[in-house]
């Protein structure tokens, strides 16, 4: 049975954080609108079909796991696919620790593309060093910005459990995921009249930002000591926004040719050189 009141919330927190990683990347289509054809139409077109999709594959097999494993073993086990591999496939059982390498590699390919767009666009308005802003004269893609963006994640390997890595990514995420939403639904009521090509119910936000605190609030209370260090994260951010980017104009000589000289051997070093965004 499961526990009430207060710790089941608690718990429920938790496990959301861990479920919902399993579909982190729904969101991901977002941040590349810039490179889609004809966003307005094929955007929500990719959101319908590629979600139910997802869902349904990972439903399915979840369902494949309870029906062939206890609960008990579900919890023992380190890599359940794995286990289930070994029980029913028998000498093809090496066929899933492949697939899961790949959907594993899938899951980073997207991480990477839209991460580094995040930065890449946050570098041409200015908010991240100029360098992260450059794109590879020959093949357009902003590799400064994959390599930065492959930089952070090798941080990430300092800890070993890869559950409280999960909780601490996840609290800041879900923070700015509800900040977003937040601040699209505080635009409906102060922009009503404002063009949309692509509008929503605004009852949708609403549910998402109430659904978002909730899961904050239940989670901090169960993993305090996790959420702090995820929003200990997020807030290694204002010391860098202050220095580079709100007292950019104070600077002194010396620390701008220090960043002019950082920024030309990035270009040297990526083959890359600022985008060119001039329209005809």
Not at 1 to 9: F, I, Y
Request: proline share 6%.
């Amino acid at each position: 049975m499961l526990p009430v009141g207060g710790e089941a919330k608690s718990d429920f927190a938790v496990a959301a954080y861990q479920g919902f990683f399993a579909y982190a990347g729904w969101n991901y289509l977002n941040f590349v609108t810039e490179e889609m054809i004809n966003p307005y139409r094929n955007l929500p077109r990719a959101i319908l079909i590629s979600m139910p999709i997802v869902t349904i594959v990972y439903l399915m097999a979840n369902i494949a796991y309870f029906a062939a494993m206890s609960p008990a073993e579900l919890l023992a086990s380190d890599a359940v696919a794995v286990t289930l591999g070994n029980r029913l496939l028998g000498v093809m059982a090496w066929v899933i620790p492949i697939s899961v390498a790949m959907s594993t590699f899938g899951g980073v390919n997207g991480s990477l593309l839209v991460s580094s767009r995040c930065f890449f666009v946050g570098a041409r308005h200015g908010h991240m060093p100029e360098s992260l802003a450059f794109i590879n004269i020959k093949n357009y893609t902003p590799v400064p910005a994959l390599l930065f963006t492959a930089g952070l994640s090798l941080l990430m390997l300092v800890t070993s459990d890869m559950y409280s890595l999960i909780n601490y990514v996840g609290f800041a995420n879900w923070v700015w995921y509800g900040v977003a939403i937040a601040g699209q639904v505080y635009w409906r009521f102060k922009y009503p009249d404002l063009k949309r090509p692509i509008k929503l119910n605004i009852l949708l936000p609403i549910f998402f930002c109430v659904f978002c605190c909730a899961i904050l609030i239940f989670s901090f209370v169960s993993s305090p000591m996790e959420n702090l260090i995820g929003t200990g994260i997020t807030l290694t951010g204002i010391p860098v926004y202050l220095l580079f980017v709100h007292w950019e104009p104070r600077h002194p000589e010396w620390l701008n040719a220090i960043k002019s000289g950082a920024t030309r051997f990035v270009q040297k070093l990526c083959y890359s050189m600022p985008q060119d965004t001039k329209t005809d």
